[in-house]
């Protein structure tokens, strides 16, 4: 692997503060890319991307609300000034959890964020990319819930399946533009996110966290939570050369608990 594989190359992570976002920010950082980190926790995001820093790489961090279009513009706009037009976009700012019918239902906001928020990072970059002629990416990070149903996560399970659709609409239009659209379905990963879903099976079953743990790992064939640097891993994949004929494709990062 060359050490500076995205040399020069400017690409924007949203929800780059923890988990999975960090890790593909920190990841494309090492290879020479000018990472741009985007949240709502801006003193997160300034802390992980002084870190890069620190190691050498070339990092900023913009404030960003997915949920509405005028952030992410302005957000784009300053990041453009900064380190010039975009290579590539990852929009894996998401939000999860249950929701349930009634006056606290949460299943617009998990739209908004999981699927509009997409949807704006991704037309906002489309509009900021380099000329090319070299391929540029928008690649986004759904969840092997878009593939599988679980009761009482509607809102996470339509958001995350919307983002396929979403995918393979935009890399149908933009592939005339050499543009790459693909997207990553995550099982189980040792993030906040994961911790919190436990927490609730170990709430609901009434047995302790390990225990719940344990059981959500038992329908998993390789027995094991994925790492937040293997989804970046795979998205480092879907950047490089290696995958360039890769487009429209929703890629399953999940230990084998989904096989398509």
């Keep these: 692997m ?27 950082a090492a290879e020479g890319a000018l990472v741009t980190l985007c949240g709502r926790d801006l003193a997160r995001l300034e802390s992980v991307a002084r870190a890069i820093r620190d190691g050498g790489g070339h990092a900023a961090a913009q404030s960003m609300d997915v949920r509405q279009l005028a952030s992410v513009e302005r957000a784009c706009d300053a990041a453009c000034a900064l380190f010039g037009a975009l290579h590539a976009a990852v929009a894996n700012a998401g939000v999860g959890g249950p929701n349930a019918p009634g006056a606290e239902d ?4 998990l ?14 970059a489309e509009r900021r ?7 540029r990416h928008l690649v986004a990070v759904s969840s092997i819930l878009a593939r599988i149903g679980v009761g009482g996560y509607s809102g996470y399970c339509a958001s995350k399946a919307g983002i396929l659709g979403l995918v393979r609409a935009l890399a149908a239009e933009l592939a005339p533009s050499n543009v790459q659209v693909n997207a ?21 079953m009434g047995v302790s966290f390990e225990e719940a743990r344990r059981v959500a790992m038992s329908a ?22 290696d995958a360039r004929g890769v487009t429209g494709q929703g890629v399953d990062a999940n ?6």
Excluded: K
Excluded at 106 to 109: E, K, L, N, P, Q
Excluded at 184 to 204: F, H, I, S, Y
């Design 106 to 109: 949460r299943f617009d906001d």
């Design 111 to 124: 739209v908004a964020t999981n699927l509009a928020g997409t949807y704006h990072t991704f037309r906002a």
């Design 255 to 260: 230990n084998g608990a989904y096989m398509a």
């Design 184 to 204: 990553v379905c995550p099982g189980w990963v040792d993030t906040d996110m994961a911790r919190e879903g436990l927490e609730g099976m170990a709430r609901g």
């Design 129 to 135: 990319l380099a000329p090319g002629p070299e391929p």
């Design 220 to 241: 998993v064939p390789l027995g094991r939570m994925g790492a937040p640097r293997e989804v970046a891993g795979v998205v480092r994949w879907l950047l490089s050369d």
């Design 2 to 28: 060359h050490a500076q594989a995205f040399h020069g190359r400017h690409l924007l992570v949203t929800g780059a503060g923890t988990g999975i976002g960090r890790a593909i920010a920190e990841r494309l």
